[in-house]
């Protein structure tokens, strides 16, 4: 009868809003879910949701009915792994664009040292690369031929550290799921650069019960970590609950002598009101010391390969290669807190403030720094050369109204506000006795100003402002959803030079400096966005997607541009983008392939200098064509396959000038056009087997990235490869206060491959590299060489690391 099918359908909502608001640790998402005015009149059942099916021979019934006999019941659930195939490597999406999600499961069988571009190198559109296993000097993204400096890093959808960096901002026990939209970038998120898509975590939600987690990591390289996190619980009927997490790891450098140190805090609480409205607030801190790689260049590399010859760095306290003269000294604080009100009228607002505030320094040898001064031997000390940020300041808010337009239109528009800073200064000073670098504000080894100590530095950034407007429409029943929306950018950037007056010891931003140059740029961009779905039943979907992408350079990136007043500062990239989708699901497997056209003009690379720094170069125009594939089954007999591919045609549209003023083509024209573009590969492949029988779990994933130009001309290549990854574990059963007792195993480079995994960035030709910073190869090489050719990424040797871990 209609008049019961509505209460029935009524009442599974209602039910369904409880169960979900203070339902147990089995259940996906504790937060409590939204519902807009316009929702409320119609009941749709996510397909996520299991309930029990009538009997075939059996009239159409209301889902959720169980027993038509005996007294009415109705039960709703939903799992976080419902959504899931391949084992949590892949996840059944929905929306008008291509996303490729890893889901919690797959997370929790990794090791905890994993950060979130660990997660996703077996996504299709993604090449990762890591130069360290213990999971503290992050990566580097190549993605459709372009890079993670070309993609909004986001958590819980504020801006996060770059990928070089990702692990300052969370733990890994603290992510619910890592997204990826390789060629689209939502309307409303405040993302500066995306031409190369958004990668999103997802952090933590507080439970309603109180408790926590430990789990405790030892393994290769002398690893150990320890992590806890502790669960408050609702607390009284306030609605509110929170957790508290603190992890401690120590490493030693695979690859020569060195030290890696890491202490990190997360804090998330949770405010929920019944109307729906609900707070949340993330903090993050991250205090670490670790030591600057020796990346190699070809020659170095197939030093190593062939005779075993390291190129890391060494324990000689007398020697420019020291390990403790070599360092990443780094604290980070990260906040983000969004608010989301429903309000009467069918109208709602999100408000998301965002904040992140760092401080540190990078230091390395200065006796034999190519672009410094040259030092008197007669003074017998060694040198440390010093990139020191006294402030790496990114502040900003979201803030956007949503009104249900009528059953069909949900409508939004906002403003986004961002200011982004670098103080930024190149001190030298003495190395104390011991080898060691002392810190750069340490007096007693600043030197004098007549030595160079720190008497130049930049101020630069950004003020951006950003209006924004976006309607999804749904038809037939959901089936069509249309989405617009158009961005309109206005930002103000700024990079001004300075230098301490003549009677100061050194320069302090804001005190004793004059200003030596300035350059700035007022920019606009428009940023339109269309898509549209179409569902035509249980099974398949069709989608295409539209739209315009910016880069404009990141404050650290003008950092290192020279500041000459009147100079043009550098353009702003611009992409064009296009996506043309299909997806298929049933009850065993699920299929997503994607096919993309990118257009780029003003392409921005950056080039590396050594010592973790970078320099961004004008990489002309640029194409890029392809597909992706991805493929993963429900579990069967316990099994969960996965397996997922790109092809890629990339190419260089011009002719590049030689920007690099420490280049010895510097204002040469490089013949680039027609080549292949740079880093980027026609070929990944992926695959993945997760296996899971009772208490035991299994997850092995192997990848291929196929051979790359590492120079812009194409005169240096780099062959293709192989990695792979094992996870063993078992779950135990409770005992006494531990809910989840576990032990697992994870191995990395189980075949002991020593391939080169990635360019460290962009470089216009092969040969000397006279402009970059001298890089030391070998523990006993005295002083240091420009490198021959480009600097890579090496896959680390074989690691294992073995966690217990448990909740209580």
């Keep these: 009868m209609p008049g019961l099918k509505t ?59 169980v027993d038509h006999q005996g007294p009415e019941m109705i039960r709703v659930a939903s799992s976080r792994q419902a959504r899931d195939g391949g084992g949590g490597m892949m996840r059944l999406e929905t929306a008008p664009h291509a996303v490729q999600t890893i889901g919690k499961q797959f997370i929790e069988m990794r090791s905890p040292t994993s950060t979130a571009l660990d997660l996703v190198k077996n996504l299709p559109s993604m090449n990762v690369t890591t130069p360290d296993p213990s999971g503290m000097e992050g990566g580097q993204i190549q993605t459709r031929g372009l890079t993670d400096l070309d993609m909004g890093l986001m958590l819980d959808g504020a801006p996060a550290a770059a990928a070089k960096y ?355 740029a007022n920019t606009t961009e428009p940023l339109p966005q269309l898509s549209i779905s179409y569902t035509f039943n249980d099974h398949h979907q069709i989608y295409v997607n539209a739209e315009g992408d910016y880069r404009q350079p990141s404050a650290t990136d003008l950092g290192w541009l020279s500041p000459t007043t009147g100079s043009p500062m550098l353009k702003n990239q611009y992409s064009i983008k296009e996506e043309l989708g299909y997806r298929y699901h049933d009850k065993y497997v699920m299929l997503d392939l994607s096919l993309f056209n990118y257009n780029v003009t003003n392409r921005i690379l950056s080039t590396y200098l050594g010592a973790n720094q970078y320099m961004p170069i004008e990489g002309g125009n640029q194409t890029m064509r392809g597909f992706d594939v991805m493929i993963a089954s429900r579990p069967f007999h316990g099994f969960s396959p996965y397996a997922s591919f790109e092809y890629l045609h990339a190419t260089q549209d011009s002719n590049v000038v030689d920007s690099n003023p420490f280049d010895a083509s510097y204002g040469k024209t490089i013949a680039a056009k027609g080549q292949q573009a740079i880093m980027a590969p026609h070929v990944m492949a992926n695959f993945g087997l997760t296996y899971k029988y009772k208490g035991f779990f299994a997850n092995a994933a192997v990848h291929y990235t196929g051979p790359q130009s590492v120079a812009l001309d194409n005169s240096e290549r780099m062959p293709g490869y192989v990695t792979d990854t094992l996870s063993l574990g078992y779950h135990f059963k409770p005992f006494m206060y531990a809910k989840s007792p576990s032990f697992k195993l994870n191995f990395t480079n189980l075949t002991g491959s020593i391939v080169r995994t990635g360019a460290m960035g962009a470089i216009y030709h092969a040969g000397s590299q006279s402009g970059s910073y001298p890089v030391f190869y070998g523990a006993s090489s005295p002083t240091g060489r420009a490198a021959d050719g480009n600097s890579f990424m090496v896959e680390p040797r074989f690691t294992m690391t073995g966690t217990i871990s448990t909740s209580f």
């Design 166 to 520: 990702l692990n300052e901002d969370i733990d890994s026990e603290n992510l619910e799921s890592v997204e990826v939209t390789p060629g689209s970038s939502a309307t409303d998120l405040p993302a500066m650069s995306a031409a190369g898509g958004v990668m999103n975590e997802r952090s933590h939600t507080a439970s309603h019960k109180f408790g926590g987690m430990t789990d405790f990591s030892y393994g290769t390289n002398n690893m150990s970590r320890e992590f806890i996190r502790l669960e408050s619980g609702d607390i009284g009927r306030t609605g509110i609950r929170s957790y508290f997490s603190f992890s401690n790891t120590h490493s030693r450098s695979w690859m020569g002598s060195g030290i890696n140190q890491r202490k990190h805090i997360d804090f998330g609480l949770q405010k929920d009101w019944a109307n729906g409205s609900n707070a949340k607030l993330f903090v993050s801190w991250n205090s670490e010391d670790f030591t600057i790689d020796a990346y190699p260049d070809s020659t170095a590399f197939y030093n190593y390969k062939h005779t075993g010859t390291g190129y890391g760095r060494n324990s000689d306290p007398t020697s420019d290669n020291y390990w403790k003269n070599n360092n990443d000294h780094w604290n980070q604080i990260f906040l983000t807190a969004p608010i989301h009100v429903v309000l009467p009228a069918k109208f709602a607002f999100d408000l998301q403030p965002y904040f992140s505030f760092g401080q540190g320094w990078d230091a390395s040898p200065g006796n034999n720094t190519l672009y410094g001064q040259n030092w008197s031997a007669s003074e017998n000390r060694n040198y440390t050369s010093y990139f020191l940020e006294n402030e790496a300041r990114q502040v900003g808010a979201v803030a956007k109204v949503s009104y249900d337009i009528d059953r069909h239109n949900h409508l939004s528009f906002g403003y986004w506000y961002e200011n982004n800073q670098t103080i930024q200064n190149y001190p030298t000073g003495y190395t104390m006795a011991n080898g060691a670098a002392p810190s750069p504000n340490w007096q007693q080894y600043q030197g004098t100003a007549a030595n160079g100590y720190g008497i130049t530095g930049v101020d630069a950034g950004y003020e951006l402002h950003s209006l924004f407007i976006q309607d999804t429409a749904k038809y037939f029943n959901d089936k069509l959803q249309i989405h617009a929306g158009f961005k309109f950018v206005m930002s103000d950037a700024w990079n001004k030079g300075w230098a301490a007056n003549s009677d100061a010891r050194k320069w302090v931003y804001g005190q004793n400096g004059h200003q030596t140059g300035h350059n700035g």
């Design 7 to 65: 209460r029935l359908r009524a009442m599974s909502c209602l039910v369904g809003t409880v169960c979900i608001a203070t339902g147990s640790d089995a259940w996906a998402q504790t937060a409590t879910p939204t519902t807009t005015p316009a929702q409320q009149h119609r009941h749709v059942t996510p397909r996520h949701v299991a309930a029990a099916q009538p009997k075939a021979a059996a009239p159409a019934q209301p889902a959720g009915i």
